[in-house]
């Protein structure tokens, strides 16, 4: 039986695009490849604040008020939605804690069981493991307080442990938005009005290869310049 392994999508090609080594050959006793969205949490794009805890100035402040608050990147917008038991480990900085600390964990939406962040009441970096709940929902930092006080968290990474040593043997590539062109020889692929190199995958269509070295090979191109294709790939060990 084979053992789902990781999960890539690729947008907006413009060139010749192949599948990412570091998504379906992963050093062992490494990690995968990041999970979230703007950890750098930029503007606090694709981030959402509430109460409490909120973005403020590239970074997110929990500020004591009504005694609670949340900091949230949905599913939907994760480059790598959480995936079903998997061991994670999740790194932030913190800085200018003022007062009595709060309480800020990630909830056992995510994680199988509500992990505690460390280290709040000083500056610093830091890391917590954890493992993925059943059904992992979208990523939240829940924070609770019950004096006055603050803190800065920013620079967040959540990464995937990568525990199997066992080589992937297959791939399962679905297309979605446009149509590209594809090869699995290391062939340059090309757009359809041009020389029109390799074959075609319409919206829908879903290739499955079954090889290391096709895997290592594969390359896509949109068959139309700059249509927007999107292709999701899911891997997996024999």
């Known amino acids: 039986m084979s053992l789902a ?20 050959n992963p050093a ?9 969205t703007n950890g750098a949490l930029t503007s606090g794009t694709s981030w959402t604040g509430a109460d409490d805890l909120d973005s403020s100035a590239n970074t997110t402040v929990y500020t004591h008020s009504g005694g609670t608050g949340t900091y949230t990147q949905a599913s ?9 038991g998997a061991k994670y480990k999740f790194t932030y900085t913190v800085s200018a804690p003022e007062n009595a600390a709060p309480t800020i964990s990630i909830p056992a939406t995510f994680a199988s069981v509500a992990t505690a962040l460390t280290g709040l009441d000083t500056a610093g970096t830091y890391s ?13 930092l829940s924070g609770t307080s019950a004096a006055t006080g603050t803190v800065t968290l920013d620079t967040f990474s959540l990464l995937e442990y990568n ?30 009005s041009g020389i029109n190199c390799g074959h075609l995958l319409n919206v829908g269509d879903v290739l499955t290869l079954n090889d290391i070295n096709e895997i290592r090979n594969f390359r896509a191109i949109n068959a139309v310049a700059s249509s927007g294709a999107i292709l999701k790939v899911t891997y997996s060990v024999l």
Do not use: C, H, W
């Open 5 to 24: 392994k990781s999960f890539e999508k690729i947008t907006t090609m413009t060139t010749a695009t192949a599948l990412s080594a570091t998504v379906y």
């Open 28 to 36: 062992t006793g490494g990690f995968y490849p990041e999970s979230l």
């Open 76 to 84: 939907s917008a994760m480059a790598r939605p959480g995936k079903s």
């Open 128 to 140: 917590v493991d954890f493992n993925a709940a059943v059904t992992p929902a979208d990523f939240v």
């Open 163 to 192: 525990k199997d040593d066992r080589q992937v043997k297959r791939a399962v590539v679905s297309v979605e938005t446009a149509a590209v062109n594809f090869t699995i020889d290391g062939t340059t692929p090309s757009v359809t």
